[in-house]
Structure formats: C-alpha cells, structure tokens
C-alpha cells in the first residue's frame, strides 16, 4: 500500500484540499509515526508498520527549519495560506507542545503575518488544560470526532489508550466554538464489521453531540489516498450532503470534502 510519510519537521508546502497553500509543521520523528489513535484509513500507515526510533525534532529545530523554508519560498515569491501543524501523528503528544506554539506563532507574525495556523489533531489530549490552552492560538483547531459510538471508535480510530468518547464530548464543548470538528465518513468493512458511519444509529447521537459542543464549524471528508487496510471505501457524495444538510439545519456551518 502506498501510504505516506511527511519530512519532519517542515514538509510542503502542498496544496490542501481544505486549507490551501499550506506549509506542513511535523512535531513527529523523520522517518515514522508516532499517534495515540491507529485509524485503519490513516494516510501513514498503521503506527506497528510505521515504529521508528528516530528522537523527535526539537523546539530549536522547528524554528530554525521553519524560518528557512519561509525565507526560501519569500525568495521564489511563493506565500502560505496557513501553517498547519500535522503530519506522521499527533502533534500534541509533543512534550514542549506549548512553547513550539509560541515560536511559531512569533515567526508567522514576522515573515507571513497573513497566514493562518491550522492544526489536525486527534483530540486526545485536550483533558489537558495547557494543551487547550495552547490550541486556542490556532485560527484553525481541528480537531477530530469521527463519531460517538465507542465500539466503532474501538474498531476504526483504536485509541492507543484510554479513551473515553463521553468525556471527550464534555472537553470539547469547552472551547466554546473556538474548534471546528472533523469527521471521517466512510463505507466498506473491516473484521466482518460494516463501516458506514453514515447511518442513522451512527448520525443521530453524532448530530446530539455537535449540539453539546457547539463547534464553529464542522468538516466532513472521506477517503482520498490508499488506506493501510483492504475493505474501505469512500462514502457517497449524496450522502455526505444530506448528513451535511442536518448539521446545518442544527445552525452550524459545515463543508464536504467528497
Ligand atoms: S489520528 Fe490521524 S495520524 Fe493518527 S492514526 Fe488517525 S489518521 Fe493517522
């Protein structure tokens, strides 16, 4: 399978999807993976294929990397549209989190005070107050829900520890909108199970947990690259639309990415 593994810790830029010209911050090690989810679509790979002993890049070294790579593309004229924080896992697992937050944040401000800073997260850190603390600076804090049903997140998401999709509710509703949810919708089947998340049983108590956190926004996407695993599929663009139609008539705004 041809997953991918991102240049730590700058990669890009590359043209997202959802983002546009975006410059790729990588908190994690060269070279593999290092997440608390090991999502069976992950576009890295599952976290055992993707083990590596490589340390993890160091505050001074994401500074320095980052003030290169934009002093390099100022030269070829070339401006991001966001900094996003994301790549080979999860960003926040990185102990100095916070502070590389603060340096980032100091050298936008001084060589593309336009862009925005935009991170993908998994969220399983956010029962930490200095993390929550720190995901308030990004413009964009995506953070992701791919539903509330535990055994489907067991399946699907497979937390590599505790993790409790109730309590998650509650911490995410305490950003008080400053969060956008983003949320995987897929079809097919792993382990004799089906995987359409885009069910009612899946989509009602999804749509009463959005109620609860009350996000600024919420992204649905589903597959666009190979997944580690056989079986997945992408789900129906009709269908992402009409899920998209109900959170919308829940008065928060939402994009599809089919
Ligand atoms: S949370 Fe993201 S990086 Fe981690 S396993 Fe899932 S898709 Fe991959």
Redesign the pocket.
């Known amino acids: 399978m041809s997953t991918v593994i991102y240049e730590s810790p700058v990669f890009g830029p590359v043209h997202s999807r959802r983002l546009g010209i975006s410059l790729g911050i990588n908190l994690l090690p060269r070279g593999g ?1 290092v ?5 069976i ?4 790979g599952l ?1 055992k294929e993707r083990r590596t002993r490589n340390p993890l890049p160091t505050p001074d070294e994401v500074a320095s990397r980052l003030r290169t790579k934009l002093l390099e593309m100022k030269q070829e004229g070339l401006v991001p549209d966001v900094l996003t924080f994301a790549g ?3 960003p926040t697992l990185h102990p100095h989190f916070p502070e590389i937050v603060d340096t980032v944040r100091a050298i936008r401000d001084e060589l593309c005070p336009q862009a925005k800073m935009s991170i ?1 997260s ?1 969220a399983t850190q956010i029962g930490r107050p200095e993390i929550r603390e720190a995901l308030l600076h990004f413009d964009n804090n995506i953070l ?1 829900l791919d539903t509330v049903c535990p055994e489907y997140i067991r399946l699907v ?1 497979r937390p590599q520890g505790h993790y409790d999709v109730e309590e998650q509710v509650r911490l995410l509703a305490l950003f008080r909108g400053q969060c956008i949810i983003q949320t995987m919708l897929m079809r097919g089947e792993y382990e004799g199970r089906d995987l359409d998340n885009t069910r009612q049983e899946y989509v009602g108590p999804y749509l009463e947990a959005l109620q609860r956190i009350r996000p600024r926004s919420v992204m649905l996407y589903t597959l666009d690259r190979e997944t580690p695993v056989a079986g997945l599929l992408k789900a129906a663009p009709e269908v992402m639309e009409s899920v998209a139609e109900r959170i919308r008539a829940l008065g928060i705004e939402v994009s599809v990415s089919c």
């Open positions: 993976k997440c608390s989810f090991d999502c679509y992950c576009e890295c976290n080979n896992g999860e993908l998994n992701k998401d």
